[in-house]
């Protein structure tokens, strides 16, 4: 029966964000039940496209992500896919109607990390920045609105800064994996080699704005969504401030962190203001 095909694939996605992310994971669980799993669906979609173009270096990503992009368009055409990754995401894609548009920016961002080492301009950031994260905050939105054309268009600045926010934390905390690595420098006109506070200012200040514009939607969201995007905000809030009070040389140097202990009193105090309707 393929409703069986179908829950084997759905547990994969969820296995990925597990595997993956423990802290999507930790915000993904205080989602309602009735959209846990197609936030799972996206991740996994999401997570296996970045995985071809940053990990798997002893093969030709492009070969494999031409094929994922070929599988990915059979998916969508045939509403099913033999990859368990891309049949669960087609399935939460056609529920939703996510605008296929959405899913060719992320696509487009992830080509450009296969040849794209350095943005020099904010003109690339902002393009890359839409396609890798807004995109995913939106197809996400898509699902905690349910489709619902009015809220989503109300919501869509704000989800995207969130989006954006969180991919930004991201690429401060791993510096040092992107440019050791993969030979990545993300924020234009910022020499990495000579990171230095004002420089780290000026990012930290881009991602409090992001953070300040998303925090707005987060307070209209419905409350199948609220908390687990609460969640989430908070616990990006708490890394982010650890970065900013980290020297820039230990930036550089180490990947900064949010203990599990914190991740869950996190949680905690997250819990205590969605109760006390505090946001």
């Given at each position: 029966?393929?409703?069986?095909?179908?829950?084997?694939?759905?547990?994969?996605?969820?296995?990925?964000?597990?595997?993956?992310?423990?802290?999507?994971?930790?915000?993904t669980k205080m989602?309602?039940?009735?959209?846990?799993?197609?936030?799972?669906?996206?991740?996994?979609?999401?997570?296996?496209?970045?995985?071809?173009?940053?990990?798997?270096?002893?093969?030709?990503?492009?070969?494999?992500?031409?094929?994922?992009?070929?599988?990915?368009?059979?998916?969508?055409?045939?509403?099913?896919?033999?990859?368990?990754?891309?049949?669960?995401?087609?399935?939460?894609?056609?529920?939703?109607?996510?605008?296929?548009?959405?899913?060719?920016?992320?696509?487009?961002?992830?080509?450009?990390?296969?040849?794209?080492?350095?943005?020099?301009?904010?003109?690339?950031?902002?393009?890359?920045?839409?396609?890798?994260?807004?995109?995913?905050?939106?197809?996400?939105?898509?699902?905690?609105?349910?489709?619902?054309?009015?809220?989503?268009?109300?919501?869509?600045?704000?989800?995207?800064?969130?989006?954006?926010?969180?991919?930004?934390?991201?690429?401060?905390?791993?510096?040092?994996?992107?440019?050791?690595?993969?030979?990545?420098?993300?924020?234009?006109?910022?020499?990495?080699?000579?990171?230095?506070?004002?420089?780290?200012?000026?990012?930290?200040?881009?991602?409090?704005?992001?953070?300040?514009?998303?925090?707005?939607?987060?307070?209209?969201?419905?409350?199948?969504?609220?908390?687990?995007?609460?969640?989430?905000?908070?616990?990006?809030?708490?890394?982010?401030?650890?970065?900013?009070?980290?020297?820039?040389?230990?930036?550089?140097?180490?990947?900064?962190?949010?203990?599990?202990?914190?991740k869950f009193g996190?949680?905690?105090?997250?819990?205590?203001?969605?109760?006390?309707?505090?946001?």
């Amino acid at each position: 029966m393929k409703a069986i095909f179908d829950d084997v694939s759905y547990q994969c996605s969820k296995l990925v964000t597990k595997s993956y992310s423990t802290s999507f994971t930790l915000a993904t669980k205080m989602l309602g039940d009735s959209i846990r799993a197609d936030i799972y669906n996206i991740y996994g979609f999401v997570r296996f496209a970045d995985e071809i173009v940053d990990s798997f270096h002893d093969y030709n990503k492009e070969i494999l992500f031409e094929k994922f992009e070929k599988e990915l368009d059979d998916a969508i055409k045939d509403k099913i896919s033999l990859n368990p990754i891309l049949n669960s995401f087609q399935h939460t894609f056609h529920k939703y109607d996510i605008p296929r548009h959405l899913v060719d920016s992320f696509m487009k961002s992830m080509k450009m990390d296969l040849y794209k080492t350095v943005y020099n301009t904010d003109e690339e950031y902002k393009a890359y920045i839409y396609g890798s994260a807004d995109v995913v905050g939106l197809m996400c939105l898509q699902v905690f609105v349910k489709g619902d054309e009015d809220q989503y268009e109300k919501l869509k600045k704000s989800a995207m800064s969130l989006g954006s926010a969180f991919q930004k934390v991201n690429f401060l905390r791993d510096l040092k994996a992107d440019y050791e690595g993969l030979n990545r420098t993300y924020f234009p006109n910022t020499n990495l080699m000579e990171l230095d506070e004002d420089s780290k200012k000026r990012i930290v200040d881009e991602i409090s704005a992001d953070f300040k514009l998303g925090f707005e939607g987060i307070e209209q969201l419905p409350n199948v969504a609220k908390f687990g995007v609460y969640t989430a905000y908070k616990y990006y809030n708490k890394l982010l401030q650890k970065l900013q009070n980290t020297p820039p040389l230990e930036i550089k140097n180490a990947r900064i962190r949010v203990p599990n202990y914190q991740k869950f009193g996190l949680l905690a105090t997250s819990y205590v203001n969605y109760k006390l309707n505090l946001v």
